[in-house]
């Protein structure tokens, strides 16, 4: 039995001259994970607001549908009531704090249950572990980072014991580094606690492994499908999935880690500059991956290529430079994207 169902769901904004979504119709499985994208006033927050009732009873508007959540329909729940299921992380770290101090925000929620101060610390103690913040529980929440707040934002949602996980692009506020320790315990959740989990999130190359189904909205249309056939078809998605349209292998590899299956049979490209193409990996501080390693000659350095021009990797490793590309995780896919043209 779905834990979420949106059956026919519009929603038009009050004043709005346009639905800002149009006939929704899905469902969320206990223990998936789902990854949600679409351009910016797609209606990705609209959507999700709908799923802890935030939408329509906080913004009034035009709502047909239904959304039902753990057997709560969302019309006849309170946003209160329904985030007893939904644990809800917003997009700014700031949107979601009542309280001053960590400790106190973790237990807020807990107190409004009316649960005893055993059960209480118990529940908090929990969290803290799960999510790791052990080093944050004394501090006031004005002194914390953005990505620290995002963090205790997921704490104090998980401590609730929500059926679901809600986050509408955790991270797009924080640094590349705090967002990363982000979707650290995201996805930490979803492997130790089988976190059931609906996620909008731009950084899809470190989401789209993990998840389930892709829901992509378009104009408050919404697709769902498979993964593999989402990022295919377009939309944002991994550097490393236009590398292997273009390389025409399938299935089409999700992440770095399929990948590496791949790589070595890359295809010849005659004529151009880089005549045969092997993709690696190469991580920050840690060096290269094991398929540069096992290519790596000693003509020339990865300076020497174009896409690497002028910029220090790790002087000391040496390969032929016709023979290989190295992506690292972040940005150095837009160089693979470039000479495969
Ligand atoms: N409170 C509101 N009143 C009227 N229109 C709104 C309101 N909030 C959002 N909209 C409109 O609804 C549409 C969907 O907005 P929404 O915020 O859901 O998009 P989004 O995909 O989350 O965008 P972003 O990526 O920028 O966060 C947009 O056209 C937006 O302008
Ligand atoms: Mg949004």
Redesign the pocket.
Known sequence: MPLITLDGVSYR????DRP?LSEITTAVEPGEVILLR??????????LRCLNGLVPHS?G?QFRGRVVVCGLDTREHPPRRLGMHIGFVF?HPDAQFVLEDVEAELAFGLENLGLRRPLMRKRVEEVIDQVGINPLRRRRIDTLSGGERQRVAIAAALAMHPDALVL??PTSQLDPQAAEDVLQVVLRLVAELGMTTVI?EHRVERIAPFVDRIWT?DA?VLRDQPPRVALAEGGARPPVVDLALRAGWTPIPLGLRDARIHAPTLPHKGGGRFPQWLWADYLPGRGFGPSLRRCARSAGTLDDAPPWRGRRLDGSERIRKDHALAVDRRTAAAAARQHLK
């Open positions: 904004y009050p004043d709005a800002a679409g351009a910016s006033g797609s209606g990705k927050s609209t959507l913004t508007g997009q509408d692009e909008a909205l408050g």
